[in-house]
């Protein structure tokens, strides 16, 4: 209705704080617990935002017997130039202490242009520096710089498809090329069900071995299943799942 669209706007002028935890279990036997906070404002009657992020990240062996903690601070940007285009930036310090070894400070951010040439096509450039989610590369202090240029296209509603380039450039002389292409196509509105198809392509110039994942070259074809529901059309409550394969 209109008067929630008018309240939705109202609450999207205010400042907002965000307080969010994760806990995650990788497959090499290592757990990574994340905590964020986050604060932000408008700016120009919501034409842009400014704000603070904070990340604290603890990476641990599950036998207990190497751990790194890395902690985040980072200002944060956005302005929409017009209806057609917005930039986002983050900008910080990444101080990365492993345990029983030297602490190390980067300088990290990320970046991204958004543009939507048309109702159905929209076009983004990002570049990002951040460390990777891995202990020796923390204790190597190796970072990567990632560059990607992409395209979504939604012809209608029922259909979206995306293409992607990425290149990485990463502090130990490693350079990377990804590309990816996908489709999804929307088989049941409610609740909304995707199908879709994806193929990526990555290769490395060089074989090393500094912790984060680095084949000669490796292709991928998957299958996909979204699942997204909304439990009623103003409610702010939903459920989101997602399976590959």
């Known amino acids: 209705s209109a008067l929630r669209l008018r309240e939705t706007l109202t609450q999207?002028?205010?400042?907002?704080?965000?307080?969010?935890?994760?806990?995650?279990?990788?497959?090499?036997?290592?757990?990574?617990?994340?905590?964020?906070f986050g604060h932000e404002m408008a700016l120009a009657d919501g034409r842009g935002a400014a704000g603070l992020r904070?990340?604290?990240?603890?990476?641990?062996?599950?036998?207990?017997?190497?751990?790194?903690?890395?902690?985040?601070?980072?200002?944060?940007g956005r302005w929409r130039f017009s209806d057609a285009a917005e930039i986002n930036a983050e900008l910080g310090t990444e101080r990365i202490e492993p345990r029983g070894g030297g602490a190390h400070d980067k300088t990290v951010y990320s970046t991204w242009f958004t543009w939507w040439a048309s109702d159905q096509v929209r076009m983004d450039a990002s570049s990002s520096r951040v460390s990777f989610d891995n202990l020796r590369s923390l204790r190597l202090g190796i970072m990567p710089i990632q560059n990607a240029v992409s395209m979504d296209f939604a012809p209608d509603e029922r259909q979206r498809y995306n293409l992607r380039a990425e290149r990485g450039l990463y502090s130990d002389g490693n350079r990377r090329w990804t590309g990816q292409a996908s489709g999804e196509w929307r088989a049941h509105l409610k609740p909304e069900v995707w199908l879709g198809l994806r193929h990526a392509r990555t290769s490395f110039e060089q074989r090393l071995d500094n912790g984060y994942f680095n084949p000669d070259r490796v292709q991928v074809t998957q299958a996909t299943l979204r699942l997204n529901h909304r439990f009623a059309a103003d409610s702010a409550w939903t459920v989101s799942a997602f399976l590959a394969a």
């Open 12 to 36: 999207g002028l205010k400042p907002r704080t965000q307080l969010e935890g994760l806990r995650s279990t990788q497959s090499d036997e290592l757990d990574i617990d994340t905590l964020r």
């Open 54 to 76: 904070v990340a604290r990240i603890d990476f641990e062996r599950e036998d207990g017997t190497d751990a790194v903690r890395l902690t985040r601070p980072a200002v944060y």
